[in-house]
């Protein structure tokens, strides 16, 4: 019974989302682009706005599967373009905003969504683990804003800006990952004046544990499958029920947006009983440097 109360939910709110987007405009018409599209996160969030009608742009660098993903959508009666794109490398952002502009001419929402982690500690990180962590978690979404910008404004868009929990709280090993998401949820904030007037709005996205690969790749990008993930198993969320938040928050025009239950206690721990939350970190496993 309670499976399919969860299924009745899940299928209650998919069909609002539906119902509240047509009303606002049709959505076969509209673009959505969203980096990291290959996997976790960007994936589930790519067939969640598909399911809702949108025409998909799939961005990552692994175009194999990218192109999985694509079929995938196509299968369920979805569009789907992938457009590979390196975060790392601000032509290949600006050439795929060029690409979606040919292809489908013009763009409605982007999701900022590509990142990863670099693991060490303060003491153990070289300049290029930094230059490298920053590069990517805040360089590459802030460029992947700046070029879509211009199409957004035409269109009254919208912009998402995944950032993390990690954001707010001290996290060993991972202090220039989280310093890059701070960075993150301070551009949004920025964004969210700079873009008064211009009918775009900007939504910061903060998950707590949710299903990824990010224990499993090292700091010079390379994917290790055999890794463990440290994080609490029964803390982490499904992929397809943080895509199903996220995709509402960025409807809703929602400014910053905190989520899973864990992830707004810590934050509200760390904001309010800092020293408390100093303990249960330094008590908490932690990824491998």
Known sequence: FLHKDNDIRHNIFNLTLVTKTKKMKNTNENVVWVTGASSGIGKAMAHQWARLGYKVVLSA?????LENVAEEIKQSNGEALVIPCDILDESSIENAVKQIINEWKRLDIVVANAGFGVFGSIENLSAKDWNRQFQGNVTGAALTVKYALPHLKKNNGRVGLVGSVGAYLPSPNLGAYGASKAAIKNIGQTLQVELIGTGVSCTTLHPGFVVSEIARIDNDGIWHPER??????????????????????????????VFTGHGKAVVFLQRWFPGLMRTIISKSPKPDA
């Open 61 to 65: 660098r692994r175009q194999d599967l």
């Open 228 to 257: 463990e993930d440290p994080r609490p198993k029964n803390l982490i969320w499904p992929t397809d029920k943080a895509a199903k938040v996220m995709v509402k928050a960025i409807l809703k025009r929602k400014r910053n947006y």
